[in-house]
């Protein structure tokens, strides 16, 4: 499988670890019965009044090794830990920075929220936590949502090191975030307009079908295989919840994904987190800049689907 990609691990604990940290936003307890759209609105309210921003155009989740891009959008006009704002967890596993940050882009002037904070449904909270990002990125007024991981590679080629547009995705998880009769179409997930943005930065990408996997053991080889069968390339333990949240809110998509690992079976070598860690520094500087040149190209308004 994939590591717990660093964006994409942690070990499950029925603990809440913001219950722990004695955070903010542990603190209020009663949110857990909040239901997740008005917490999601309380939390974008926080963002607005804490940044000065009323309203922002792009969300980006950083997974392992993407944080460096952050730095290369433009000014920083708000820094604060995502446990300050209502609903958001610390982050439960190493290769997650926890800071949510207002950044203006230069070229564009678009205003984009970065969720450092990503909770994983192997943590055993359940899956509203998992998007409550996705969902306050809309609240906030997000028209787009950049995904981004740490992930094990199927197809031999790629090697550690690789960024790899996500074309379409398989939800392995056995949950959702949709509740009732909502019926959100996903045959354009992550949008294709945002997919030919990218390739105009670099027309080099490839383009694969993540699998996302409920973790936190890494895939086996056999469950690697399987993928394989069912038309994965990439297997990983985020993002596929996410763009479902985001597509039934709306929003345009763009998914891409840092190859950090083979996947089980398809080297030899064992899995291990540390191995997830250092690809992504190892490769930070070329995914950093090809990300900040990606957003930077997104208008404000969101892409045309």
């Keep these: 499988m994939t590591l717990p990609h660093a964006a994409d691990s942690a070990s499950a604990s029925p603990t809440d670890p913001a ?22 609105r309380r939390a974008a309210a926080a963002i607005a009044q804490a940044s000065g921003v009323a309203s922002h155009d792009i969300a980006l989740v950083l997974g392992s090794g993407w944080s460096g891009a952050a730095d290369l959008l ?8 995502a446990t300050e704002i209502p609903g958001f967890r610390p982050p439960a596993v190493a290769g997650h920075v926890g800071m949510m940050r207002s950044i203006r882009v230069e ?3 678009a205003h984009v929220l970065v969720l450092g904070a990503r909770t994983h449904l192997y943590e055993g909270a359940g899956v509203d936590p998992v998007v409550h990002g ?10 787009t949502i950049v995904l981004t991981n740490g992930c094990g590679g199927i197809d031999p080629s790629w090697g550690p090191g690789t960024p790899v547009l996500i074309s379409d995705q398989i939800n392995f998880t056995g949950d959702t975030p949709l509740r009732g009769a ?21 027309p080099s990408l490839p383009e694969g079908v993540y699998m996302q996997f409920r973790g936190p053991s890494y895939e086996t080889p056999a469950e690697v295989r399987m993928a394989r069968a ?6 990983g333990m985020s993002t596929a919840l996410e763009a479902i949240a985001a597509r039934a809110e709306g929003l345009d998509v763009l998914g891409i ?17 540390e191995e997830v860690l250092q690809a992504g ?3 930070a500087p070329r995914i950093g800049r090809l990300l900040a040149d990606i957003v930077s190209r997104i208008p404000a308004q969101g892409a045309q689907r």
Excluded: K, Q
């Excluded at 940290?21 to 917490?39: D, F, I, T």
């Excluded at 909502?182 to 670099?202: C, G, N, Q, S």
């Excluded at 069912?230 to 297997?235: E, P």
């Design 19 to 40: 219950a722990a940290a004695g955070s903010p936003a542990a603190a209020e307890s009663p949110a857990a019965a909040e239901p997740p759209a008005v917490l999601a």
């Design 74 to 81: 433009g000014e920083t006009v708000w820094e604060a830990p």
């Design 107 to 109: 070229a564009t002037g």
């Design 134 to 143: 996705v969902r306050t990125a809309s609240a906030a007024g997000c028209s």
């Design 182 to 202: 909502d019926f959100v179409d996903l045959t354009d997930v992550y949008t294709p307009a945002l997919r030919e943005l990218a390739h105009e930065i670099d």
């Design 230 to 235: 069912v038309g994965a390339d990439l297997v």
């Design 257 to 273: 994904s840092l190859v950090t690992n083979s996947a089980a079976g398809i080297s030899a070598s064992p899995l291990s987190h």
């Design 281 to 283: 520094r190892d490769a």
